[in-house]
């Protein structure tokens, strides 16, 4: 396909053919075949018409006045120049130009208005695509409402329950931790008040979970060494850590990045985080979690970079989030494990934006995740 301006350059090489090849048959020709210059005469008119549908007005004028301008020599010196012998051609000259004129204005005029047309065409493109993009952010609102109405039931349902369930959840471990330690040794016995145990703790952090998510909890924001709660949630995990075969690596430098914040808000935040990357390795893996303070290194002969952020990574090595999938996994209630809540991570995402804080993640399916926490420095 050929570009517009080459198009424009292809037909300009057309017209000044058409009228160089037209004037040699003018000049070449004898006066007295007269009837092959009445044809030349009239063939004139083709590249007139050519020139004004393809450049407008300009294009038809400046033809027809350079075919005048060629052609009124051939009059004056092959016909002998006299009016009344040569009035026809002096005719044709006058015609040519208002021919050049009229089909040249005509075609500018449906130009102008083909322009016109695919300039509102474009408008109404537009129009057409802003409004697709309200009716998915009204539907997107609309989801936001739904999933606002099952939150509030949640949060209604929790209030009710949370001592309903949690009471009897403690009493049945207390009587079974008094029945493992007043029975004989027992191998068997051993294991299963041990499941008993377990799965009370698993149905506690349920509700945990539920209760965390649903209440609106007070800010009890202090000065926080972001390494020193790292450590403590590295050793509060540590034994499940070894149970399923996990090393957590630290590397969290050797200064202190202090922020103002809710220590138990990032102690949640890390847990919620590293029981992920537990559970994305089950046969194994390492953890690793990283902190340090948000920036470039400054360059030569330029002022040292402002940090003003302090930033913290967990990267597991586990099986990854599904392509697709990562946009989803925020949301509340949504989970791909078999007994998940699908609260853990919209817990962090809560906490996240309350505090006016940034989290971004990085996956890779079958190679592992990274959660990045940014959080201003003090």
Known sequence: MLSETQRQ???LAVIVFLVVLISILHYTTSTTRWQYHLIYMQSYFIPILIAAFQFGIKGGVGTSVAISAIYLPHIMLQWGGLIDTNLMRFLQIILFNIVGFIMGLQSQREKEEKKRYQETAHELENSLNLLRSQSEKLEEMEEQLRLADRLAVVGELTASLA??????LGAIRGAVEILRDEMPSNEHSAEFFQILIDETNRLNAVVENYLSFSRKQQEMKSRV???EIIRNVRNLLAARGRKEKIVFNLDLGDKPLLIDADPGQIRQILVNLALNAIQAMPSGGAITIQAGICGQPAESGKPETVHSKAYISIRDDGSGIPEG???NIFKPFYTTKTDGTGLGLA?????VEQNKWRISVESVPGKGTQFKLDIPLA
Not at 163 to 168: A, G, K, L, S
Not at 347 to 351: N, Y
């Open 9 to 11: 350059r292809l037909w």
């Open 163 to 168: 001592h309903e369930v949690r009471n009897p």
């Open 225 to 227: 060494d972001v390494r």
């Open 325 to 327: 999938e990562v946009e």
């Open 347 to 351: 817990i962090v995402k809560r906490i």
